[in-house]
């Protein structure tokens, strides 16, 4: 990628529009879990052992605006997201930036690290959040932290069409964590990480983040 270049072009948006649009068996999507609010689905993506998941998730009494803070501003992200270790901005590129996370794991497994590229396009009628892997001089490979990749990644914020004090968010997880876990208890255990997400970050938000935003008001 030449310098400056943004890594993410009119494609990536369109190739998670198109996913998005994509539930039926002959795309290869199966649901996968469902809770209130909550829908899970999985795709096996020929030649990957990880498999790609996409999570409908409804968030009742919090506008798309503040949703799209809570994910997309590191800030407050790693106020309400608990996963988290450290997550920083290395650069930021004005049209997207670099970032490093260092993602919790339970003893005696290792914590992993992600370097990514991640950008967000809004408009009137959604917010589209992209990541991509990435590398970055100031943060080479800690041999005590093994280094994920990202594979595919995002997210899709809209209102609620009947309701716009409350949105939507499709989420896309397909991360490789690497190191000595098996794939299947990889994929066994992601499934059930956007529902754990949504229900954090929606007790966060009624609990917290909405007093200090009417606050400000």
């Known amino acids: ?5 943004s890594p993410f072009s009119d494609a990536d948006f369109q190739n998670i529009l198109q996913q998005e649009r994509c539930n039926s068996a002959d795309d290869g999507w199966s649901q ?14 020929p030649g990957q052992t990880i498999h790609l998941l996409k999570a409908f998730l409804d968030f009742k009494g919090i ?57 967000v396009r809004s408009s009137d009628e959604e917010h589209i959040i992209l990541y991509k892997h990435a590398t970055h001089p100031s943060r080479p490979v800690d041999p005590a932290i093994v280094r994920g990749e990202t594979i595919f990644s995002g997210t899709i914020i809209r209102p609620m069409p009947d309701d716009p004090q409350s949105s939507t968010a499709t989420l896309f997880l397909q991360t490789d964590v690497k190191g000595w876990i098996p794939t299947t208890i990889v994929n066994l255990i992601a499934r059930t990480g956007p529902a754990k997400w949504q229900s954090s970050l929606a007790d966060f938000y009624h609990t917290t983040y909405k007093k200090e935003v009417e606050s400000e008001i």
């Open 1 to 5: 990628m030449a310098e400056g270049k």
């Open 32 to 45: 996968s879990l469902q809770t209130e609010g909550c829908t899970v689905w999985r795709k096996v993506v």
């Open 63 to 119: 506008p798309a605006k503040h949703l799209l803070t809570l994910v997309h501003d590191l800030q407050v992200r790693r106020r309400h997201d608990e996963i988290f270790r450290v997550y920083d901005c290395l650069e930021d590129h004005g049209d997207y930036r670099t970032t490093y996370a260092v993602i919790a794991f339970p003893s005696p497994l290792w914590d992993r690290d992600l370097v990514q590229f991640n950008t």
